[in-house]
């Protein structure tokens, strides 16, 4: 049903590693967001585009870089992480960027060893 | 930055009514506030939006107070299909310029039970 789909859906990886998540929306959307969902605690909005331009930055840590080449795709490239930074990690678009009716991606976990 | 209290879980028996409230004191005046439903392994499920009074759609209503400090989601007859937990999103980004945010709550886990 969901319009925005998420690749991989499971990544373990070392915390040398570098890997990318990708996310892709066929919802005609023009804003996309990523989401860290840890346990036990609420949705943390990481990064925000808006017709490929990022809007929105909470303050991330480097070692988390978005890449939104176009307004139907959206990676978040990791490297050097940290085991703190496994969780369940979220994409999700909207037809603006008020922040309203968003549709979410099915999600990556991510693990980190 | 509107912070949002949600009931950590609520639990409920099937064909009843579950009324879910969430508490955002600092809603600013451009806010709006949206529920969402997340199943495990799932990605949230847009419920309802509102800004204010009363909304109602095919799935739930959601109440808002002239003071607009809390809101209400309310499930009408409940099933087993509706266990699940239920966030609150107080906020709204980039209202006319500025940045501002969106704040999810803990969310609430309800279990609805035969």
Redesign the interface.
Known sequence: ETGVTQTPRHLVMGMTNKKSLKCEQHLGHNAMYWYKQSAKKPLELMFVYSLEERVENNSVPSRFSPECPNSSHLFLHLHTLQPEDSALYLCASSIGTSGGLQYFGPGTRLTVL | LAKTTQPISMDSYEGQEVNITCSHNNIATND?I?W?QQFP??????II?GYKTKVTNEVASLFIPADRKSSTLSLPRVSLSDTAVY?C?V?????GGS?????????TKLSVKP
């Open positions: 709006y949206t969402y392994s799932q990605g949230p499920r847009f939006q966030y999103l906020g709204v980004l980039n209202y940045q501002g945010n969106l704040i999810f709550g803990k969310g």
